[in-house]
């Protein structure tokens, strides 16, 4: 059975830097596109960014842009998330998904509604 799981959350002060991964196991086959997403207290969930294994193609929400960059290591089935300069406000849980057939990963955030297959989620907390 297919599932993603999230590592690498924790407790950073404001300009610190955390690295987040989302290992898939099982059948990756259906993973050609995996979005990372959050979710703060009383908000609804966010698209963060996403990467395609197929085109290399990207995706940043304009909240994260030049702070946030994904990547993709095919060989050993894991999506990382490196995020610098944290600010408090990127506080939340941070989810990992895979993409549902039909979506492109483009440019902007990634839409929640079009991902499936979500992993546990991870908390990351900036605060001084």
């Known amino acids: 059975q297919s599932q993603l799981v999230e590592s690498g959350g924790g407790l950073v002060q404001p300009g610190g830097s955390l690295r987040l991964s989302c290992a898939a196991s099982?059948?990756?086959?259906?993973?050609?596109?995996i979005g990372w997403f959050r979710q703060a207290p009383g908000k609804e969930r966010e698209g963060v960014s996403c990467?395609?294994?197929?085109?290399?193609?990207?995706g940043y929400a304009d909240s994260v842009k030049g702070r946030f960059t994904i990547s993709r290591d095919s060989a050993k089935d894991t999506v990382y998330l490196q995020m610098n300069s944290l600010k408090p406000e990127d506080t939340g849980v941070y989810y990992c998904?895979?993409?549902?057939?039909?979506?492109?990963?483009?440019?902007?955030?990634?839409?929640?509604?079009?991902?499936?297959?979500w992993g546990q989620g991870t908390q990351v907390t900036v605060s001084s």
């Open positions: 990467i395609s294994s197929t085109t290399w193609s990207t």
């Open positions: 998904a895979a993409a549902r057939p039909g979506y492109y990963c483009s440019g902007p955030a990634p839409d929640p509604t079009r991902f499936g297959s």
């Open positions: 099982g059948n990756t086959s259906p993973y050609h596109i």
